[in-house]
């Protein structure tokens, strides 16, 4: 029996919950839509943040490894401090030099970085400040000596080709593929011969074998790759001379915790993507405090919104509380009738945000804006779309329990007193 009236009272709370928004339709609708706005902008502003981050990323990605192992510049020292008698040694005609750069078998350290779980690929490096001829014009720009197959790995090259085979690249120990900028501003076309000059002043003939195109057009406009052995002679160097190696990991988002390990393995520097890119990895940051701030003032707004109704309802609804109170209602249920009306209205709300959102989203990622980005760079994300939905609840939940919870403390005697 008490399990039979357990479940009629059940009934009769939402029952009675329906009623109240049902009877005030446009109260409801006004809640509703306050939530839907609210829980739009956190759908459309989050993803428009994860799109913009996903853009950047992408953009550094494609000339830019997720870790990067090299030497540090240090300079030699002339003068020396002996702690023991607290003077200072100089020594005679001193020459203050770079240390050298060069990294000591990295064949043996590449193969030592691929057994890591963590690491996809890791591929030798070496990159050259470079002057680019064509008759009468010169460009300022830097080259990459690379093995082409590694650096597709690593950078996929061959999606980013707009003319050319990056394969010309390993049957023509002289080509060079270059940006669309350079090939622009030299008047470049495809099989044409530049000359190439680097700081030390040596010259060589090169085959333009393709152009690629990124979505960064400072990249374009002054990077090429050339292979590897070209490289080295350009800085009068020999064939075991490396200056960098690059690393692509699984999660790139892991690249700084990996620091350490890949320091203590390589016996070299090891710098994280993040920490190249810090005044980038800043404004990520600042886009998302942002959004986030407006997103949530906006949901805020719509919590006040759904308080304000239901209070007013409470309010309205002082004499009927107090007959269900006088009735035998407990305060649980008057919390739960009133909470039922919140959650009714921030599901409506929620859905009709998520629908709203969804609709912006899929009209703003046709929008071409041009340059390098393209089309805005926004799309669906169900993450999102999961936390939009609990975050809508969570906030109606609350917006209601409030003014319920002060409802289940009326006194019907008081009430009817008065």
């Keep these: 029996m008490k399990l039979f009236k357990k479940k009629i009272n059940l009934g009769v709370d939402y029952e009675i919950a329906f009623t109240h928004i049902l009877a005030r339709k446009m109260q409801t609708f006004v809640a509703s839509l306050a939530v839907a706005i609210g829980i739009a902008a956190f759908v459309f502003l989050n993803s428009l943040v994860v ?10 990605f494609k000339t830019m490894p997720h870790v990067r192992i090299y030497i540090d510049d240090e300079l030699s020292m002339p003068i020396q401090k002996n702690e023991t008698n607290q003077r200072t040694s100089v020594i005679v005609n001193p020459k203050i030099t770079n240390n050298s750069d060069k990294l000591i078998n990295p064949e043996k350290i590449v193969e030592q970085l691929e057994t890591k779980e963590y690491v996809l690929t890791a591929a030798p490096w070496l990159n050259v400040n470079l002057f680019y001829n064509n008759g009468i014009s010169q460009l300022n720009g830097s080259s990459s000596g690379v093995n082409i197959m590694e650096a597709n790995t690593l950078f996929d090259i061959k999606s980013t080709m707009v003319e050319g085979d990056m394969n010309e690249l390993l049957s023509t120990p002289n080509g060079i593929i270059l940006g669309v900028g350079i090939a622009d501003n030299l008047n470049v076309r495809l099989n044409d011969n530049i000359s190439i000059v680097s700081p030390l002043g040596i010259i060589k003939v090169m ?38 190696i690059y690393i692509k990991i699984k999660n790139p988002n892991d690249a700084p915790k990996l620091i350490s390990d890949l320091e203590a393995l390589s016996g070299y520097n090891a710098e994280s993507w993040q920490t190249a890119n810090e005044s980038a990895q800043a404004s990520k940051k600042t886009r998302a ?22 209070n007013m309802t409470i309010k309205q609804k002082l004499h009927d509380i107090a007959i269900l109170k006088a009735q035998g209602f407990a305060g649980k249920s008057v919390v739960k009738i009133f909470l039922s009306e919140a959650l009714i209205i921030g599901i409506l709300g929620t859905i009709g945000g998520m629908m709203l959102g969804t609709l912006l989203i899929n009209i703003l990622s046709k929008v071409y804006i041009g340059g390098d980005t393209g089309y805005f760079p926004i799309q669906f994300e169900p993450r999102i779309m999961f936390i939009g939905f609990l975050v809508g609840l969570v906030v109606t939940s609350i917006a209601g329990y409030i003014p319920a919870r002060s409802a289940a403390k009326v006194d019907p005697i008081s009430i009817f007193r008065n």
């Design 51 to 60: 799109g913009f981050n996903r853009s950047s990323d992408e953009s550094f």
């Design 207 to 244: 085959k333009v074998v393709g152009f690629f195109k990124t979505s960064n057009s400072v990249v374009d406009k002054t990077k090429s790759y050339i292979n590897l052995s070209i490289a080295q002679q350009l800085m009068a160097q020999g064939p075991d001379y490396l200056t960098d």
């Design 289 to 310: 405090v942002m959004m986030g701030s407006i997103s949530f003032i906006i949901l805020i707004v719509a919590a006040f919104t759904i308080y304000n109704i239901i």
